[in-house]
């Protein structure tokens, strides 16, 4: 059974600043089948990115995703007040499944 | 506009059953797979069931097979998740979500989510 493994647990920085998170899974990703969701408090999940590095519609281009295999990151270039949140890696091939989350905070 | 809306959450006591239900709208929901994800009280996202479009493949989280059943209909564009035997495990805020067309679990739409609360 594969296992994410996300980094840091939690990322401190500031509005402008570049924060790269990781997702490591413990077997090869299916057809890099590695999605990211973004999670402000109160809300429900919004889907970021799919397929490791394409954007989901309406997504700003100051989020991007790359990697493959067993190690994925996710970059966010130039962080706006609104981009603080928990993040989530998920694998959507066989057995779906979680990360366990990145708290990026101020 | 896709809308997900969960109802029938509440608090059932240990042993109990509930059932949540997902009206969906702004899109052909009978072509699309639904997921359900939890999320207990301060913890991270656990995908939980997910039904193909036309029903004919369900899958489930291991640890809740059994427990759980998922099932859909399309006449009237909603979908469910029958909760048995209730733990207070089993706690969570419970989230509808859109997945591709016919089968599968990258989740492109998610509803507000419905609050399970197992308590005596």
């Known amino acids: 059974e594969i296992v994410l493994t996300q980094s840091p647990g939690t990322l401190s920085l500031s509005a402008g600043e570049r924060a790269t998170l990781s997702c490591r899974a413990s077997q090869s990703v299916t057809s890099n089948s590695l999605a990211w969701y973004q999670q402000k408090p109160g809300q429900a999940p919004r889907l970021l990115i799919y397929?490791?590095?394409s954007r989901a519609n309406g997504v700003p281009d100051r989020f991007s995703g790359s990697g493959s295999g067993t190690d994925f990151s996710l970059t966010i270039s130039g962080l706006k007040p609104e981009d603080f949140a928990v993040y989530y890696c998920?694998?959507?091939?066989?057995?779906?499944?979680f990360g366990q989350g990145t708290k990026l905070e101020i | 506009e896709v809308q997900l809306v969960e109802s029938g959450g509440g608090l059932v006591k240990p042993g109990g059953s509930l059932r949540l239900s997902c009206a969906a709208s702004g899109f052909t929901f009978s072509s699309y797979s639904m997921t359900w994800v939890r999320q207990a009280p301060g913890k991270g996202l656990e995908w939980v069931s997910t039904i193909s479009s036309t029903s004919n493949y369900l899958s489930y989280a291991d640890s809740l097979r059994g427990r759980f059943t998922v099932s859909r209909d399309n006449a009237n564009n909603s979908v469910f998740l029958q909760m048995n035997s209730l733990r207070v495990e089993d706690t969570a805020v419970y989230y509808c979500?859109?997945?591709?067309?016919?089968?599968?679990?990258?989740?492109?739409?998610w509803g507000q989510g419905a609050l399970v609360t197992v308590s005596s």
């Open positions: 998920q694998q959507y091939g066989d057995s779906p499944l």
């Open positions: 979500a859109r997945g591709p067309l016919g089968f599968g679990d990258l989740l492109y739409a």
């Open positions: 397929g490791a590095s």
